[in-house]
């Protein structure tokens, strides 16, 4: 017996210093010892086998948690009663391993029988050397799993539980009430979950003080609430409010402080309220600098933010003063191949451009360009950004021939590693495009696409999606060049391609087909284009339906097309289809129901008709 008892001690030391292999180990060594001895059901036993399951669960072994304690609970039951605090511990216990294991029926019951039990055994002194243990992240879980109804159920009933046991007031019911308004916003019930807010307000107050930061955090929950259901004026009417009682009572330094303030920003900034934004910050920004030093993160974030606010009002001369400010705190403190500083000097370089300073722009680009290239590697996405920034800094000063050289090295490299359906890509073929326009040499654009697609389809194949892409992008300079044979030469050959690869009713198959009527339209080849566009609507009807917005715009370049032909009638048949659908399906401010309705209104003027 008493080596029995040296290793009982062991095992306590052992989950003391929270060497839980080792104590588990032990247990599971220890617990048939104890059973032969002084039998199954003693209560050293148990409580051996109570500091295994528990054990296993701070090692999240729950699957292990879970069966040893379901084979200890009828033990426990038949030994202390179904009521016993022990017994609601292990009970708690399971519900949690449960839980973790998002077996939430299961769960859900165990922690209902603990409810109830507690309900009936614990008095209010007793409230707190008792702990639901692991109920509220339970309820946690169910709301992040999109289990927002079971989340609400459970959470009420312990708000019931801790008001017939402590009482409404209690700061336990708070908390579960809190809770319940949480579960309420992100299951979208706004309403309910702002009445709720403003019913604890004055319980918190009550409880916590006015001014203490448990109070100011419900009073900052109201006002989220109220931003999200759109309410900018409530929400900045609670926000500042708590910004003055957070600022008296523990100072605008604080990060709670801090908190408030960068919520009240945002309120503002959503309202494009600039001027606030502003106003806000030079208010705080001295208090807090003053406690938290120039070169503080915080400090550093916020100042970026008056950056943004005073480029937003145009006030260039001031934001460049606090960007090169913020540009040398950040090198003291991030060093100068940091992220942030060079962000920060890419945002110089851009506000010196607007600010007509294209030199300077231009040698803050040059020198900032490496560092971006050893960061980020040479063909991010970043990188050549910076690039692009550099090409229109050198185009504005006129430097068209390093500007375009600077483009076409962009372009070669994002068609390779991003792709020409890429945002990126198109904007540098546009600016391309644009700066090669102006001399007649516009066509290069179009000659360096095709470059590149013997390597693309030697690398993807003939139909694959890089490929058509970048026949898509060809196309698209050959329009912009007006040379439309061409394009329609181009655009039969991806019509082809597409129906190889996704088949001849793939969406994208039937736009480039659309494609091709247009091109035709520009040739004058109308009635081509009116019976391409009729096959391509009968084709779109079958598989995306009728009122789908591919469908719905062939329709309105159908009609288009029979216009032109002077064959009003059943044009305007097919546009007030458009109108119609785009109406039901897109709204009546959408710029494509707009442009239906323009189409149908020129259709029925006198005029046309006639």
């Known amino acids: 017996m008493d080596a029995l008892y040296c290793q009982s001690l062991l095992l306590r030391a052992l989950r003391s210093q929270e060497k839980y292999p080792e104590a588990a180990e032990l247990a599971r060594s220890l617990i048939p010892l104890l059973a032969k001895v002084i039998g199954p059901e003693h209560e050293d036993t148990l409580r051996t086998r109570i500091f295994l399951a528990d054990t296993l669960s701070q090692q999240e072994k729950w699957a292990e948690a879970e069966a040893e304690y379901r084979s200890l609970l009828p033990l426990q039951i038949k030994a202390l009663g179904a009521e016993n605090k022990s017994v609601l511990d292990t009970r708690s216990g399971l519900a949690r391993s449960l839980s973790q294991q998002k077996k939430w029926t299961e769960a859900e019951a165990e922690y209902r029988q603990v409810l109830q039990h507690c309900g009936r055994v614990l008095k209010p002194e007793e409230s707190y050397t008792f702990s639901l243990y692991g109920l509220d992240a339970f309820i946690r879980d169910l709301g992040r799993n999109d289990k927002h109804e079971l989340a609400e159920e459970m959470c009420r009933s312990v708000i019931a539980f801790y008001s017939k046991l402590l009482g409404p007031e209690d700061e336990s019911t708070l908390s579960q009430r809190s809770s319940l308004a949480h579960i309420l916003r992100d299951a979208g019930k706004f309403k309910e979950a702002e009445a709720e807010y403003r019913a604890l307000l004055p319980l918190f107050d009550k409880v916590h003080g006015p001014e203490s930061k448990t109070t100011i955090l419900e009073h900052l929950s109201l006002a989220r609430m109220l931003l999200q259901q759109k309410k900018p004026e409530e929400a900045e009417k609670e926000l500042r409010r708590v910004r003055d009682i957070a600022s008296r009572a523990l100072g605008s330094a604080d990060p709670l402080s801090l908190l408030d303030i960068r919520a009240l920003m945002e309120n503002l900034h959503s309202m494009d309220r600039d001027a606030d934004v502003e106003a806000l910050l030079r208010q705080h920004l001295p208090a807090i600098i003053k406690t938290h030093g120039q070169d503080n993160s915080e400090v550093l974030e916020l100042q970026s933010t008056l950056i943004d606010a005073l480029m937003a009002q145009k006030k260039h001369a001031e934001a460049e003063k606090e960007c090169r400010s913020a540009i040398a705190a950040q090198t003291r403190v991030l060093g100068p191949e940091a992220k942030e500083t060079l962000e920060s000097r890419s945002a110089l370089a851009g506000l010196l451009l607007k600010m007509e300073q294209e030199a300077e722009a231009e040698g803050e680009l040059r020198q900032i360009l490496p560092l971006y290239a050893r960061v980020y590697g040479p063909e991010s996405d970043t990188t050549l950004r910076q690039r692009m920034l550099l090409a229109t800094v050198l185009s504005n000063q006129d430097k068209d021939a390093e500007a375009c050289k600077e483009l076409s090295e962009v372009l070669d490299i994002s068609l390779r590693v991003l792709g020409a359906e890429d945002m990126h890509t198109k904007t540098q073929i546009s600016l391309l495009l644009l700066l090669l326009q102006s001399e007649d040499r516009g066509e290069e654009v179009t000659a360096q696409l095709r ?74 080849k109308e009635a081509e284009a009116e019976n391409e566009c009729r096959q391509v609507l009968a084709l779109s009807e079958r598989t995306l339906g009728a009122e789908h917005p591919e469908t719905l715009a062939t329709c309105y370049h159908l009609a288009a097309y029979l216009a032109v032909q002077k064959k009003t009638k059943e044009a305007l048949k097919y546009a007030q289809r458009a109108y119609a659908g785009r109406l039901k399906v897109l709204g009546r401010d959408h710029e494509d129901t707009r442009e239906a309705n323009e189409l149908l209104e020129a259709l029925t003027k006198p005029e046309t008709k006639a």
Do not use: M, W
């Open 451 to 524: 470059q590149h697609l013997p390597g693309f389809i030697k690398t993807y194949g003939r139909d694959h999606t890089k490929v058509l892409d970048l026949k898509q992008a060809i196309i698209a300079t050959l329009v912009t060049l007006e040379n439309y044979a061409e394009a329609e030469k181009e655009c039969r050959s991806l019509i082809a391609a597409r129906t190889r690869a996704l088949g001849p009713e793939a969406p994208e198959t039937l736009k480039s087909r659309r494609t091709l009527a247009a091109l035709l339209t520009q040739q004058h």
